[in-house]
């Protein structure tokens, strides 16, 4: 058995260990996200989607917007 190393191949969410001598790897633990969870990656596709003509996602996008001024205390500045 070798030396133990831990990789982590996107900043801490997913962890590694990795043996030196025989090079297995096993993961150790992973960040479980839920559902609803959206990447910057994906949030950034969704908007280019709707700005390309995807009438769902700019009706959802829509819908996300008011709901999102709703929820903010101040409220106040939501743009008409």
Same mark, same amino acid.
């Given at each position: ?12 969410? /997913?962890?590694?260990?990795? +043996?030196?001598? /025989?090079?297995?790897?096993?993961? #150790? ?15 950034? =596709? #969704?908007?280019?989607?709707?700005? =390309?003509?995807?009438?769902? @996602?700019?009706?959802? @996008?829509?819908? @996300?917007?008011? #709901?999102?001024? @709703?929820?903010?205390? +101040? ?6």
């Amino acid at each position: 058995m070798g030396t133990k190393i831990y990789e982590s191949p996107d900043g801490g969410h /997913t962890v590694y260990e990795r +043996d030196t001598k /025989t090079g297995e790897r096993k993961l #150790i633990s992973e960040t479980i996200y839920p559902k609803w969870h959206l990447t910057e990656l994906e949030i950034s =596709e #969704i908007v280019d989607y709707a700005n =390309e003509g995807n009438r769902t @996602l700019q009706n959802m @996008l829509a819908e @996300l917007k008011t #709901i999102y001024y @709703l929820a903010k205390e +101040d409220n106040e500045n939501y743009p008409l």
